[in-house]
């Protein structure tokens, strides 16, 4: 039986492949797609949610926007790196459908209502609709099963020295949702910079020849150009929020810890940190589980698989 999601993302060139990968997945079943300002403005995130879905031939999936700003700040975009259409790279079809006239935030409500089962939200952005969502329907609380997100580092950010992007951005949301008491699977930069996606993987992926597979190809090519600045110390393009799928479809590919974490909303210099308690120093329980490690062949070749399914 496959098990239900909710995608909350902001494409950006790596939430599109989260969502080629949860799409190719007969294990999962994305009940909807909402989108989140973030890496780009919310009007081209929901543009590039209805082109990848289009892409896929996967109208059926209904698709709503979010909020356009954080909950009580300004937006800050990651045009560096995902460009002017927060998607460039490949030549993307238009949207062949509409967005649903119902938010974001409406649109999670009504699919969690209505699930006879518990659902997994899995958000790839800022945390602004989730935390909308949690404190505008509480009775639903019990409906989400798990929260599994991109954002936060135990270490390092990569936005500012403490901060990860998708916390940064809207801290209070990020609050909210570590707060929430709803079960949580951080997949933070301590993971995600060892997902690492390097140019003989992208030249395996170009090589499965189908028009899905290409554009990933052509994606990561204009994600590795803001990751090769070897200020970064990377051998590739850390491959962010593809990890949040790849932990519910095969969780033995990463090591992770139960941990306390809470979010930084007004440190000087700490703004949007995600303050992980790997110690128990503070006492706090546990509030979120922190992934750590992952087997990054495992990784690709999980990626190279769900490539594959679509050249049927
Ligand atoms: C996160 O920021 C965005 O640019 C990526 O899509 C990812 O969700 C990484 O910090
Ligand atoms: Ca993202």
């Not at 899905?212 to 990377?234: R, S």
């Not at 090591?255 to 700490?270: A, H, K, P, R, Y």
């Not at 992934?291 to 049927?312: H, K």
């Amino acid at each position: 039986m496959s098990h239900p999601i909710l995608m909350d993302c902001d494409p950006g060139h790596d939430d599109a492949i989260a969502l080629i990968l949860a799409l190719s997945s007969p294990e999962l079943k994305p009940l909807a797609v909402t989108t989140s300002a973030g890496n780009q403005t919310q009007e081209k995130t929901l543009n590039n949610a209805l082109r990848i879905l289009t892409l896929l031939n996967r109208s059926d999936i209904p698709v709503a926007s979010g909020a356009v700003k954080p909950l009580s700040r300004e937006l800050i975009i990651a045009d560096s790196v995902h460009g002017e259409s927060g998607l460039d790279g490949p030549e993307l079809p238009e949207p062949g459908f509409a967005a649903q006239s119902m938010s974001a935030v409406a649109l999670m409500a009504q699919k969690l209502a209505e699930s006879p089962e518990p659902v997994t939200l899995v958000p790839t952005g800022p945390l602004t609709n989730i935390a909308l969502l949690l404190a505008s329907h509480p009775a639903l609380h019990a409906k989400i099963e798990r929260i599994v997100l991109m954002g936060g580092a135990a270490g390092v950010g990569n936005w500012t020295p403490a901060a990860e992007f998708n916390i940064f951005v809207d801290p209070e949301a990020a609050d909210i949702v570590f707060k929430s008491g709803v079960p949580i699977t951080m997949c933070g930069l301590d993971v995600t910079h060892q997902a690492l996606i390097l140019s003989s993987d992208i030249e395996r992926m170009r090589a499965i020849n189908n028009p899905v597979a290409k554009c990933v190809a052509e994606l990561l090519d204009f994600f590795m150009i803001f990751h090769q600045d070897p200020k970064w110390g990377f051998a590739g393009a850390p491959l962010h929020d593809p990890c949040t799928i790849a932990w519910l479809l095969k969780p033995e590919l990463f090591s992770s810890q139960d941990c306390w974490v809470g979010v930084e909303t007004s440190g000087e210099l700490t703004q949007g940190m995600t303050v992980v308690d790997r110690y128990h120093l503070t006492g706090q329980a546990a509030n979120a589980t922190v992934l750590f490690d992952i087997d990054r062949e495992g990784f690709v070749d999980l990626l190279i698989e769900a490539l594959y399914r679509y050249s049927a």
